[in-house]
């Protein structure tokens, strides 16, 4: 959400919002839901009651000081979110270390505690977009001229027989693949990637079908994804980069989707982070912040377009090419490490082991849109995203 612009329609109105200093901690209590409530009760009465009311200055004013609010309770709710993994993998080292009989199993519900409050604290922020974003429109906020379309920047196949690992195309200026395939297969449109960008989507789907997408605000809106990824040296611009801010403002699962549990972008939370380097020479070109916390050992990393031995240059080498990878799994536990990738698109390397391909990993960038298709709805390569 972009905020208030100054310039919309002055409505009538004189209203009581909640003061700009009631989201200012970093985790929940029960005050906050109390302030969440008075939130939504004021945002319910501009929404209907606005037309009886005589100060539209007052009324800007206000609102104003509300999407504020808003924002900030959403953003803090994420950066809670992100401490909560860590404090998880104390719990499950200690476990592991009792080597109990029982261990195992209590190590299952443990895993799956972790993944059901990551996925209730999706929904929750999903509620409070949903909430700016009807604000916004409210108040007649508007970026742009007609409709904000998303376009396809990449889109990666981990079995389509083309490697898209670390080194393949991220920080280059040539395309890869046609637009005739650009959903089927390994596929990068150069001058979308060249192009500044406000939005990010991570679109899971199959043969062209969402089952799955992430929205994200990027931090810079005035910098390329071609950018970002070519200034991927250690000590560059966007090396070890958090991109995006406030998690994803919006998180669409289908019900029917499979390999949920072990995604390496839908199933944590977090925000996105680019040109991930770590232990010695591992690289992965996106991950999540919500999994970071999991590379504590060699050759153990997690997300889209990753290799075993990057140089510090940000360069892989011909002789690092066995090391390639499109998109790997999670680690069945967090003290494992593992090779294991999605599909056969990966390289030659016989430590890899290859799992069942979850789908393909589309990228689409925008300016102004904030808002994606669903599940099941059919994917192009350029996307309207008018209500």
């Avoid at 991570?202 to 997408?213: E, K, L, M, N, P």
């Avoid at 925008?366 to 059919?378: D, I």
Wanted: proline residues 3%; glycine residues 8%; contains cysteine.
């Amino acid at each position: 959400s972009s905020g208030i612009n100054a310039e919309w329609p002055l409505r009538p109105g004189v209203l009581s919002f909640p003061t700009s200093n009631h989201f200012s901690s970093n985790h929940f209590s029960s005050n906050k839901s109390k302030d969440l409530k008075m939130m939504l009760l004021s945002l319910l009465l501009a929404l209907h009651l606005g037309t009886h009311c005589t100060d539209g200055a007052s009324l800007y004013q206000e609102a104003s000081a509300l999407m504020s609010d808003l924002k900030k309770f959403r953003r803090n709710l994420v950066d809670g979110v992100e401490d909560m993994p860590s404090d998880f993998f104390d719990l499950e080292l200690a476990v592991t270390n009792l080597d109990l009989e029982s261990s195992s199993a209590l190590m299952e519900k443990i895993l799956g505690f972790r993944q059901e409050l990551t996925k209730m604290t999706a929904t929750i922020q999903e509620k409070l977009f949903d909430i700016e974003y009807d604000l916004n429109a409210e108040f007649d906020v508007s970026d742009s001229d007609g409709c904000a379309n998303w376009r396809l920047a990449m889109n990666i196949n981990p079995d389509d027989g083309h490697t898209m690992g670390y080194g393949t195309g991220w920080g280059s200026t040539a395309s890869i693949g046609t637009e005739a395939e650009a959903l089927g297969k390994d596929y990068k449109n150069q001058e979308v990637c060249a192009q500044p960008a406000s939005y990010i989507s991570i679109v899971r789907h199959q043969s062209g079908i969402i089952d799955a997408v992430k929205v994200f605000k990027l931090v810079n809106d005035d910098v390329s994804l071609f950018t970002m990824f070519s200034s991927n040296a250690v000590g560059a611009a966007y090396s070890n980069a958090v991109v995006t801010r406030g998690g994803p403002i919006h998180f669409n699962i289908s019900a029917g989707a499979q390999h949920m549990t072990d995604d390496p972008i839908f199933s944590v939370g977090g925000d996105l982070l680019f040109n991930w380097y770590a232990n010695v020479n591992d690289g992965v070109r996106i991950t999540m912040t919500g999994i970071t916390f999991l590379y504590t050992a060699g050759d153990k990393f997690h997300g889209i377009g990753g290799n075993y031995v990057v140089a510090r240059d940000g360069s892989v080498a011909s002789s690092s090419i066995p090391y390639e990878q499109d998109v790997d799994v999670l680690c069945p536990t967090i003290s494992q490490v593992c090779r294991m990738v999605q599909g056969g698109d990966h390289g030659t390397s016989s430590l890899f082991v290859e799992q069942p391909v979850h789908g393909n990993y589309a990228i689409y960038v925008s300016q102004y849109a904030t808002r994606f298709l669903n599940p099941g709805q059919e994917l192009q390569p350029e996307i309207e995203s008018c209500e």
